[in-house]
T-cell receptor
């Protein structure tokens, strides 16, 4: 059974801090690793990673994949209160199905 | 209009009732999915469809059924609702395996 585990489950930081969210996976026929941000209702897509060692970057967010060690990290620098959300990691298989982790709840205090 | 529209947004129903959740999309994507989310947990796949004639069970399909009426429409039915089906239900679409999902706003279902 495919499995995705995220850590920590929750995190409280202050504005300006840098955070690192972790995602490990055990997936048959792995194709890609995706990150989503869920604020109030629907998750929104952040990144898709398919190759090891290549950083994807969008503003203050960046992510990298290690296919040998089967994990990914999501970094957020200079955090803002608007970064407060649940961050979901999902593995995608060649069959086109995604398995999600339970998410990391990030709270950024002013 | 939203790319992926789910109706209803909220629903309270009684145990044993049949209920249908509807999803329509304007993205033109072939792939559609139904997930449920319980508090503090990630999303679990109920059913998915890669085209109108293709329906597949996900990891938690028991107690649910789906219908793909057209490329744009994918509905989820609870044949006889039970309280542990109380959850937030999401419909999603994707273009291919190499793209992230576009989610609907969700349906919050409460079974009493």
């Amino acid at each position: 059974e495919d499995k995705v585990v995220q850590s920590p489950l929750s995190l409280v930081v202050h504005e300006g801090d840098t955070v690192t969210l972790n995602c490990s996976y055990e997936v048959t026929n792995f194709r890609s690793l995706l990150w989503y941000k869920q604020e109030k209702k629907a998750p929104t897509f952040l990144f898709m990673l398919t190759s090891s060692g290549i950083e994807k970057k969008s503003g203050r967010l960046s992510s990298i994949l290690d296919k040998k060690e089967l994990f990914s990290i999501l970094n957020i620098t200079a955090t803002q209160t608007g970064d407060s959300a649940v961050y979901l990691c999902a593995s995608n298989t060649n069959a086109g199905k995604s398995t999600f982790g339970d998410g990391t709840t990030l709270t950024v205090k002013p | 209009d939203a790319d992926v529209t789910q109706t209803p947004r909220n629903r309270i129903t009684k145990t044993g009732k049949r209920i249908m959740l509807e999803c329509s999309q304007t993205k033109g994507h072939d792939r559609m999915y139904w997930y449920r989310q319980d508090p503090g947990l990630g999303l679990r796949l109920i059913y998915y469809s890669f085209d109108v004639k293709d329906i597949n069970k996900g990891e938690i399909s028991d107690g649910y059924s789906v219908s793909r009426q057209a490329q744009a429409k994918f509905s989820l039915s609870l044949e006889s609702a039970i309280p542990n089906q109380t959850a937030l239900y999401f419909c999603a679409t994707s273009e291919t395996t190499d793209y992230g999902y576009t989610f609907g706003s969700g349906t919050r279902l409460t079974v009493v």
